[in-house]
């Protein structure tokens, strides 16, 4: 007691003596641009005439987009057979792609709803062109399913709607699931994205129309649905904003689960696991970031966005990078771990497989891009060199499509009867198809980047230090806490 | 000037400066007013004496309409109209229709939630008098707006542009209705 009392009674005089380490929070937006730069910088990107390099690039970018254009018009005029998948590897490159894509797709989910969720404030630069490449990835991804169906023409069966047969859909199935979550989330995606962009949309009204460009004012203005950035809208607008974020969270992460299922619920060794859903779902925001990174990096030098996408948001990306790549490589160590302790032969025989069969290549390719690459990520100078992580973003982009190429593929090709092995190699189709699915991407995104302003401009105001109202007050370092 | 003005408005260059004049608009009484911010600024809800949203009603609404709809449609279907024998599993159970209701539990209260906020909020409208105020472009750029429409009981042409001169506001001006 008495020690205590000696304690606290001392406490006072060192406590005085002690000075807290002040932190300072990372500038979200770079030399103390002002609202009219935020506004300029992002609607100029819009407004001002075609750059000779979009033509350029938009003209690449539908010759590979023809690409897919012209293997599924062959594939339509003749059949599923002209894609490489045979018996026993009945499904391969198009559910690899389609799962690919998906996964892609979550990052902009993540980066819009999470982080909105979790408040973290960097977000607001690389959150309108990550929910747009989640659009556009949800677009590549939905070919592929649709189209391997061999008749398109009878896609619509995937929906409950009444047909001649009287017969309804089977949801008993997690491919009936699937059809769900994905258009769910192609929706919801759309949807988050529509009504995030309409404060800006109306910034770009009022700029057409102060230019007397009352055509494309009229245009923006249909989209901007009359926004008048009213206190009374913002409010209701901000909590309709966070319950969307607060409903894509668990969307996000049930789309990958459901469709780790059309895996998991199988009873094929290799995809009958229940670690699929969380390592899917981790797999796919690593994916995601990587493609985030392959598409900001660039924009970002393209339009001297320096200021808006600071060096602390790419730190933030490529850390994410790592936790996420690191899940997936505990993920892969961990089924290893867990084919040899469930003691069942053929899981056991599947992984051996994988790592040293016919294609310990693909399984090789994808522990490197994926376990590897990522963690240079820890290193200060590698994240500060730019064209170091755009490159290292490639090859996360790549080994993330052979694990979806391991998952499917090694399993179906050696099961549990070896008289019915195989071993799958695509068609020169199945390469044209997925090949031009990049350009189907990029034609969209460059259209984007040619209409939509490119960052949320309302949402970077927001968060730069003179739009706190209470700044004036008091000294910058206890505003800081404000 | 109108006959018969929409009300006045008046403009502010910070959101400090907005935050206290919202703060005095509202202590003076007044309930048929507005600001105009080309972001949402932290604190303006309560300094403006605003209620919570409403919007959280209609997600709610939309959610287990959502649920339900997947719940009944699953056992509508797949019991009801035209059970079929698939894997020997039960026809309906609440466990595989409940991937597909929770899609359509977040679907549905995506739209519920846009359609109430734009419902609550009154838009779309393309033609307010707030949108005709010559300056208003800037709006959504980077200046800030108070606006107390002549309908608010209290609204007196002398008076309130004293309280919005006194506010801080300057460019005061009538808005045409």
Same mark, same amino acid.
């Given at each position: 007691m008495a020690q205590a009392a000696e304690q606290s009674a001392e406490a006072p005089a060192i406590l005085s003596e002690v000075r807290p380490a002040s932190l300072p929070r990372a500038e979200l937006v770079g030399h103390g641009r002002s609202f009219s730069w935020i506004t300029a910088k992002i609607c100029g990107i819009a407004e001002e005439k075609t750059p000779a390099w979009w033509w350029w690039c938009f003209g690449v970018a539908c010759v590979i987009a023809s690409f897919t254009a012209g293997g599924l018009t062959y594939l339509v005029a003749t $059949?599923? &057979?002209? !894609? $490489? %998948?045979? *018996? @026993? +590897?009945? !499904?391969a490159w198009p559910i690899v792609n389609f799962v690919f894509w998906i996964g892609i797709g979550h990052a902009g989910t993540l980066i819009s709803a999470i982080l909105c969720l979790l408040r973290q404030k960097w977000r607001t630069s690389i959150n309108r062109s990550a929910e747009a490449m989640t659009i556009f990835a949800v677009v590549c991804a939905g070919i592929f399913p649709v189209f391997h169906l061999?008749? =398109? !023409?009878? *896609? /619509? #069966?995937? #929906? @409950?709607l009444p047909n001649s047969n009287e017969i309804w859909q089977n949801y008993r199935s997690p491919l009936e699931w699937d059809v769900f979550a994905v258009s769910t989330y192609g929706t919801v995606s759309v949807l988050f994205w529509y009504v995030g962009m309409i404060p800006d949309l109306a910034t770009m009204r009022d700029r057409f129309a102060s230019v007397g460009k009352l055509l494309r004012a009229k245009i923006y203005g249909v989209f901007a649905? &009359? /926004?008048? &950035? *009213?206190s009374r809208h913002w409010s209701n607008y901000e909590m309709a904003y966070l319950i969307l974020a607060g409903i894509s969270t668990p969307l996000v992460l049930s789309v990958h689960t459901i469709v780790s299922f059309d895996f998991a619920v199988s009873m094929l060794p290799g995809w %009958? +696991? +229940? =670690? #699929?859903p969380p390592y899917f779902v981790a797999g796919a925001i690593f994916s995601g970031f990587g493609m985030v990174l392959t598409l900001v990096l660039p924009l970002r030098a393209v339009y001297k966005l320096e200021d808006l996408v600071t060096q602390y948001h790419i730190d933030c990306m490529c850390k994410i990078t790592l936790a996420t790549g690191s899940m997936v490589g505990y993920a892969y160590a961990m089924e290893f771990f867990i084919a040899w302790y469930g003691a069942n032969p053929f899981e056991g025989f599947t992984f051996i497989n994988r790592a040293f069969g016919p294609y310990a290549w693909a399984y090789w390719i994808m522990v490197t891009c994926n376990v590897v690459t990522p963690q240079f990520f820890w290193f200060r100078k590698v994240r500060e060199c730019t064209w170091l992580v755009w490159v290292l973003s490639l090859f996360v982009n790549c080994g993330m499509w052979f694990e979806r190429f391991v998952i499917i593929v090694t399993s179906l090709a050696r099961d549990f009867l070896p008289s019915s092995w195989g071993y799958f190699s695509p068609t020169v189709v199945d390469i044209f198809t997925f090949f031009g699915t990049f350009g189907v991407f990029s034609v969209l995104f460059l259209l984007f980047i040619r209409f939509c302003p490119i960052m949320a401009v309302a949402e970077l105001k927001a968060v730069t230090p003179q739009a706190n109202p209470h700044a004036g007050h008091a000294p910058a370092e206890e505003s800081a806490h404000g | 000037m109108a006959e018969k003005p929409y009300g006045l408005i008046a403009t502010f260059d910070d959101t400090g400066a907005l935050l206290r004049a919202a703060q005095r608009v509202r202590d003076a009484g007044y309930r048929d007013w507005d600001c105009i911010s080309p972001f949402p600024i932290h604190g303006l809800d309560k300094a403006m004496g605003l209620p919570r949203s409403r919007v959280p009603r209609f997600s709610l609404a939309g959610g287990i309409t959502g649920f339900c709809t997947g719940m009944t449609m699953i056992w509508y279907m797949d019991k009801f109209d035209y059970a079929l024998t698939v894997g020997g599993k039960p026809f309906f159970s609440p466990l595989f229709a409940f991937p597909v209701s929770y899609e359509l539990t977040i679907l549905f209260t995506a739209f519920a939630t846009i359609g109430g906020m734009f419902f609550v909020n009154r838009l779309p409208r393309h033609h307010h008098p707030v949108l005709n105020y010559e300056h208003m472009r800037r709006g959504t750029d980077d200046l800030f707006f108070v606006v107390i429409e002549r309908r608010d009981p209290r609204y007196d042409a002398a008076n309130t542009r004293e309280l919005l001169e006194q506010a801080g506001g300057r460019d005061i001006a009538e808005l045409e209705g």
């Open positions: $059949g599923v &057979g002209v !894609w $490489g %998948h045979r *018996s @026993p +590897t009945n !499904w061999g008749r =398109i !023409w009878y *896609s /619509w #069966f995937l #929906f @409950p649905m &009359g /926004w008048r &950035g *009213s %009958h +696991t +229940t =670690i #699929f | -």
